[in-house]
């Protein structure tokens, strides 16, 4: 039987050991290299081609998510699979615009992990239930958006609260800033982020702030 050639990209040695350990258990998997960032992982990924790469989002230097894309840029055939501690809507959008078959949470047990990874190589998405979830509730909302006519300019409109989020977002406020500076809870961010960019139609608050200048919105 042929092994799946792993790539694996995390800038924490000690994890990166574990996680290697699991894989090279399997009669059907071996890691072939390891990388500590991003750009690591990218110079790696064109020297070796590998099958699979497990890739974290918060990495020194070049991110996972920015790795994703370039990576798939130049290797379309190879599986990127996120294993990360990030439960965050928009990574979890921009990683899979970039081309990743999935996405992982760490607190993932490693049975329900491997077999992620096979169901990722089979074409399938490899999500944790949670990020599922948002992929579903995402899905809904742009759906009603856009049978709503949502498309036009008008329709698009923010409301004054998620305009205001969107500003501080725009000056690349993080959550917990942007939940001070409005006097909000945090999870009251992350509800007004997701309806930005579902009405908005994009994946990044990046995106969402030149469609919001471009319509008038900010």
Do not use: C, W
């Amino acid at each position: 039987m042929q092994r799946l050639r792993v790539l694996l990209a995390d800038d924490h040695a000690l994890f990166r050991e574990g996680l290697a350990g699991i894989i090279n258990g399997q009669a059907d998997m071996e890691v072939i290299a390891e990388a500590n960032d991003g750009l690591e992982a990218f110079i790696k990924a064109q020297e070796l081609k590998p099958d699979l790469i497990l890739m974290d989002v918060q990495m020194p230097g070049m991110d996972g998510l920015e790795a994703t894309r370039q990576i798939k840029q130049i290797l379309p055939g190879t599986t990127i699979v996120v294993l990360t501690v990030r439960d965050d809507d928009e990574k979890l959008f921009e990683a899979l615009k970039n081309g990743a078959q999935g996405y992982l949470l760490k607190d993932i047990r490693s049975p329900e992990m491997l077999s992620m990874l096979r169901s990722a190589m089979r074409g399938e998405a490899a999500l944790s239930p949670s990020m599922a979830g948002h992929v579903l509730a995402e899905f809904r909302r742009v759906s009603k958006y856009a049978s709503a006519g949502m498309e036009d300019s008008d329709s698009t409109g923010l409301t004054e609260r998620e305009q205001q989020v969107l500003l501080q977002a725009s000056k690349g406020a993080i959550d917990k800033e942007i939940a001070d500076t409005l006097n909000i809870s945090i999870n009251t961010v992350k509800t007004h982020i997701r309806n930005i960019l579902a009405k908005l139609q994009v994946s990044t608050r990046r995106e969402a702030t030149k469609v919001a200048r471009k319509k008038g919105l900010l």
